[in-house]
Structure formats: structure tokens, C-alpha cells
């Protein structure tokens, strides 16, 4: 199993010390933005654009998600144990049971099959 980790990118640490205007300004605007795996434990990530970002296996323990839309982010695999995450859209792949299993028991989220 993966543990979460601090990742050797220049937007990483912008997110990781809360700067989400100064993440969505550098922000690629074509691309993926690879965050898979990181540590996003406890941070606030309101306002963040996610547009494009693969979070496949990262950590939200505690983070604050509230209003993000994600349902154009990769996140399989990802664990929200606690997170907030009070209207924020998520992947059509997600069924909300998967994502309050996640949130309350820090499950890893698992895409349904269509």
C-alpha cells in the first residue's frame, strides 16, 4: 500500500503551503498536471481549479474540498478519510456510497464499471 508523499514539483508545493491563486495562475492550461500520490492532508483547497489534475492515489485526510468540481479529475484511488466536502461534484465513476465510505472510513475510492 502507498503511503502519502511530498512531491518534487514547484505547483506541488504552492498547494501544499495553500497558495491555490498562485496554483491556478501557473497552472498548465493544456496537459495533466501529475499530483498522483501527494499529501493533501489538512489543507484547504477551496477555490482550486482541478480541471486536468490526477490525483489517482492522493491523500484528502481532513482537507477542506468544499464547492471543487472534480468530475474531470482523476482520483482513483484517492483517500478522503474526513475531508469536507459539502457541494463539490465528483467523477460520474464514483457512486456516493464509495464516497462516504471514503470520507468517513478513509477508504480508498474505487471507480464502478459501466
Do not use: C, W
Not at 499530483?35 to 482550486?48: H, K, P, V, Y
Not at 492522493?58 to 482520483?75: E, I, K, Q, V
Amino acid at each position: 500500500m502507498s503511503q502519502p508523499k511530498q512531491l518534487d514539483s514547484p505547483l506541488y508545493v504552492l498547494l501544499h503551503n495553500e497558495n491555490v491563486e498562485g496554483f491556478n495562475l501557473q497552472k498548465p492550461r493544456k496537459g495533466t498536471v501529475d499530483m498522483a500520490g501527494g499529501d493533501f492532508r489538512g489543507l484547504d483547497l477551496r477555490q482550486l481549479d482541478t480541471s486536468n489534475i490526477d490525483f489517482t492515489d492522493a491523500y484528502f485526510r481532513a482537507a477542506d474540498l468544499r464547492g471543487l468540481d472534480l468530475r474531470h479529475t482523476a482520483m482513483e484511488g484517492a483517500s478522503l478519510g474526513h475531508a469536507q466536502i459539502s457541494g463539490a461534484f465528483f467523477p460520474a465513476e464514483l457512486t456516493a456510497d464509495e464516497i462516504l465510505m471514503s470520507v468517513n472510513f478513509g477508504t480508498r475510492l474505487r471507480y464502478r464499471t459501466r
